[in-house]
């Protein structure tokens, strides 16, 4: 797999993503929540997904705070969505916005690290419903506002065990695996025939509670903070990297 850097020393101009509406999953923590930020202190609307209600008005205050665009909250359990919360996330992001600029798939779980031979079934199931069953779902109920779009931006989150499997990561790796693929296909599939660029992105080992989870013996802020590879989001999601798509990018 040919994998691409992000521009060195990239920056974002301030007014990168004026005038944009831009759909983050996961934004009530992490990665996610510093993503939404970032959108917004560059001009975008930024729709926040997650399951927990608080963590995403915590997001929104923090928005408003800064002086960005009023967001929107849209409470999303992506470990039961199905068709029909699929289909209505995207009425009421069409019946406010009426397009979508952007789309941030950030939103996963971490599941076991244990051997194939030793995995849960359930455990298994959650992790692909989480993963790899929701983004399917969502893109493709959304992907009518992402082509009402001049220049809209789909950006998959993927990691390092989604390009080469290790021992032990289980259900994550192969997830993230299917996420490069399902990127892959539907940039192939737009390429030709939509303005939208489809494009996957790891961020590498960042100071997060899925990597603490993952890696319990590291020191955390041996890490980068969520904020420090915001460029890398912002550059995927940005004009800047207009006519880009089926690459897959590492933040650093």
């Known amino acids: 797999m ?66 960005g665009a009023q967001p929107a909250i849209v409470p999303l359990d992506l470990a039961t969505a199905g068709e029909e919360e699929a289909a209505q996330l995207a009425a009421a992001i069409g019946g406010t916005f009426q397009r979508l600029d952007g789309l941030l798939h950030n939103a996963s779980i971490l599941g076991e690290r244990r051997p194939l031979a030793s995995a849960s079934w359930k455990t298994w199931q959650d992790v692909m419903q989480v993963n790899v069953n929701s983004q399917f779902l969502l893109t493709r109920a ?62 590498g080992a960042t100071n997060t509670a899925m990597r603490r989870a993952a890696y319990p013996g590291e020191v955390p802020t041996d890490n980068p903070s969520p904020e420090a590879i915001m460029p890398a989001y912002l550059y995927l999601m940005g004009d800047d990297s207009a006519g880009i798509t089926g690459t897959a990018f590492n933040a650093r």
């Open 2 to 67: 040919d994998v691409q850097t992000v521009p060195y020393n990239y920056t974002a101009a301030p007014d990168l993503l004026t005038d944009r509406t831009v759909l983050v999953t996961g934004a009530g923590d992490g990665i996610g929540r510093a993503a939404a930020l970032a959108y917004a202190a560059h001009g975008a609307t930024v729709i926040l997904t997650g399951r927990t209600v608080e963590k995403l008005e915590a997001t929104y205050d923090a928005i408003e705070s800064a002086g």
């Open 142 to 203: 959304l992907l009518p506002l992402l082509e009402a779009s001049s220049n809209a931006s789909v950006i998959f989150t993927s990691s390092g065990v989604g390009r080469r499997g290790r021992a032990y990561w289980g259900a994550y790796a192969v997830s993230k695996f299917a996420t490069e693929g399902l990127m892959q296909v539907l940039a192939d599939e737009l390429e030709n025939t939509s303005d939208i660029r489809v494009n996957s992105l790891n961020p």
